[in-house]
């Protein structure tokens, strides 16, 4: 379960259409399972319209803040332009389970225009995939 | 010949907490090797058995990825920076799909 305002998951939804056609993507830092900040990552990927590889610098920058804040990493978020808001094949394989085996991987889908939408999966090393309860108050 | 290396938060158990640790060695390898001398255990999360950088680390020296350099073989000089970084990837399409042409049009 990772909980947002309606003012983050906005963030969220306008950072995707910003980055459009391009895919997006960005760190949630929170408490307890409630987001408290989102991070905005750089997108390096050499194919971003089909790929994404958050830029290392930004990883490096924002866990460290994390860490000073005294938040967890709840979550990484990217965006799906064209596709349903379920991890791919590549997303399933990239998964950083190794390093972060409680971070929910966040995927927000513009597929259809007018009704974005937002969900959040735990993947393990094993590439088993469990959604989890996205709740927005 | 000293190098800093920044190691990020999810290494540093390995480095007593450490942020950032000065070791000696002319190449990559040779960092490593050195880094693994101070905090055995540390190689093993960076390399795979087969000796190459893991699917999930990437290594800059001075800001550039050293896949696009000369990789373990890239030469530091005294001064030079070298990152250890996670690495956070996916896409929506399958590796093989080659969508990227027709990922604009809706
Ligand atoms: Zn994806």
Redesign the pocket.
């Given at each position: 379960m990772i909980k947002l305002s309606r003012d983050q998951f906005d963030t969220i939804v306008a950072h995707a259409r910003s980055g459009f056609p391009n895919?997006i993507c960005g760190i949630l830092a929170g408490r307890d399972g409630q987001v408290e900040i989102v991070h905005q990552a750089r997108n390096v990927a050499r194919t971003p319209r089909t790929r994404?590889s958050m830029d290392p610098q930004d990883i490096l920058g924002i866990t460290d803040a994390i860490d000073e804040a005294g938040m967890d990493l709840l979550g990484f978020y990217?965006?799906?332009t064209h596709?349903q808001a379920y991890?791919?094949p590549?997303?399933v394989s990239d998964w950083p389970a190794h390093w972060y085996p409680d971070a929910l991987?966040l995927?927000c889908s513009l597929m259809e225009e007018d009704r974005p939408q937002l969900r959040a999966f735990h993947i393990d090393a094993a590439g088993e995939i469990e959604e989890a309860d996205v709740e927005i108050a | 010949m000293s190098v800093e290396i920044q190691v990020p938060t999810v290494l540093r158990p390995h480095t007593g907490g450490e942020r950032v640790v000065h070791v000696e060695g002319d190449t990559v390898s040779a960092a490593i090797a050195s880094l693994e001398s101070r905090f055995p255990g540390l190689r093993t999360e960076l390399l795979n058995d087969d000796g190459q950088v893991r699917q999930f680390v990437n290594i800059y020296v001075n800001d550039e990825d050293i896949r696009y350099l000369n990789r373990l073989d890239t030469k530091l000089a005294d001064g030079d920076r070298m990152a250890i970084l996670p690495a956070v990837a996916?896409?929506?399409y399958r590796v093989t799909d080659n969508l990227e042409g027709q990922a604009g049009v809706r």
């Open positions: 895919e994404f990217h965006s799906h596709t991890p791919s590549t997303d991987c995927i | 996916g896409g929506q």
